[in-house]
């Protein structure tokens, strides 16, 4: 007489596994008919969309991490965008350099800010190389990735690094717009302790410190998330590309949350408070304020077009990225994921205004400061015309006009800015 089995919930489990995958092959009876008509048919006779369009790969093999919206806006916006930003930056880099502005702590802010900028809108360079790539796919097969496609594999091969870097550039340039408020803020409400406060070496110190906190802040991204490679089980020269997070739910979603906490609502709340504190100070010292000093033009030419720059920056923080922290809100409700909005199209828009932010500075910059568009005008080659007297025709200026240093134009009695 046979042993009984010492494990008798052993032959269940193995009755049910083959029940299982007698209840697929009956789910499936299409999928397993092309794939026998594809075997039938020899690979030099048809081409790979026509076997994808076979074996419909297109449902097993989507990989794409851009939605609709947003590959259109890589492809039609984000070159012009990324032009935008580099001749923006680079001009601001080059300006913040010069005589006139480099001794200012605040401008030394700005500075960091825009090389941020700069690298943040590089970064993204991966997803306009992957949308153009998408935009050129037959429609019989949109999502697949074939093993010898250079352009998808270095999109798949960066995506990760992407992610981290322009996340991590992007906490350091909103964090740096705090600073600079912060520092307007001190300047207006406590002037006098605020000409010996922010130091060079403070100034360091500070962008030291946010470079820390936004690249620690999504380390998480670059240490726990990676592209899973594997091969179609119908084609062998489909690659199927997967980022996945190897970290634990509690760990993602605890990112979530600090992530948005620290890069969209806390800042938006702290530039909230600096302005109101701004607005009243300065009704509460009336004329004696430096905002109300700078925009009467009493002030320094050097520190009324500093003031500007850092109103400036405050601005465009304000309409951009606004709605990247409406979008954060709505996320953290579930009913509007649920309900029949359009909340890709709302992400994809929320991106691309924090990449208009990063792009447009320059052109804000000289559309609130004249001095810095005089200055703008002076670095590519071009000199300011005036016309001293009322109906005189304009005079050229002076031979070899030059600015004086910040030192020689400026009172004892003003402000370091």
């Known amino acids: 007489m046979p042993e009984a089995d010492p494990k008798p919930e052993r032959h269940s489990r193995i009755i049910e596994g083959h029940k299982r995958r007698s209840d697929c092959r009956e789910a499936w009876p299409d999928r397993r008919t092309l794939r026998r008509e594809s075997e039938n ?173 936004s690249f620690g802040l999504h380390a998480l991204l670059a240490s726990h998330r990676d592209v899973s490679v594997s091969t179609c089980p119908y084609d062998p020269e489909i690659v199927i590309h997967h980022y996945l997070s190897f970290a634990r739910p509690v760990f993602d979603q605890g990112y979530y949350y600090l992530s948005a906490w620290f890069v969209n609502v806390m800042p938006l709340l702290a530039l909230l408070l600096c302005c109101f504190c701004i607005a009243r100070s300065s009704f509460r010292h009336g004329k004696s304020s430096i905002l109300v000093a700078t925009l009467a033009k009493k002030a320094n030419v050097r520190h009324r077009c500093v003031l500007h720059l850092a109103t400036a920056t405050t601005f465009c923080h304000f309409v951009f990225e606004f709605p990247s922290s409406a979008v954060q809100l709505l996320a953290a409700v579930s009913s509007a994921i649920d309900s029949s909005w359009r909340f890709q199209t709302l992400i994809a828009v929320a991106n691309f205004l924090t990449i208009v932010n990063a792009s447009a500075s320059f052109l804000v910059y000289t559309l609130f400061s004249k001095k810095y568009r005089q200055l703008a005008f002076s670095l590519c080659g071009f000199r300011a015309v005036y016309s001293p007297v009322p109906g005189q025709s304009p005079a050229p200026p002076k031979a070899s006009p030059k600015l004086l240093e910040p030192q020689e134009c400026s009172a004892t009695h003003d402000v370091q800015l």
């Open 41 to 213: 048919l020899s690979k030099s006779e048809m081409s790979h969309e026509e076997r994808c369009a076979l074996l419909n790969v297109s449902l097993c093999c989507q990989t794409s991490l851009q939605g609709a919206e947003e590959k259109f806006l890589y492809i039609w916006l984000y070159p012009l965008l990324l032009l935008l930003s580099v001749s923006g930056n680079t001009m601001n880099i080059f300006l913040y350099h010069h005589p006139f502005l480099r001794s200012s702590s605040t401008v030394k802010l700005l500075l960091f800010r825009s090389k941020a900028n700069l690298l943040f809108s590089i970064s993204l360079l991966p997803n306009f190389v992957y949308a153009i790539h998408g935009f050129r796919r037959s429609p019989q097969a949109p999502y697949t990735v074939l093993a010898s496609d250079s352009s998808e594999l270095f999109y798949w091969r960066t995506v990760k690094w992407m992610v981290f870097l322009s996340n991590a550039l992007n906490t350091a340039s909103v964090w740096l717009t705090v600073c600079v408020t912060a520092h307007l803020l001190a300047l207006v409400a406590w002037p006098l302790r605020a000409k010996g406060w922010l130091t060079m070496v403070r100034v360091h110190g500070i962008i030291l410190g946010v470079g820390f906190f």
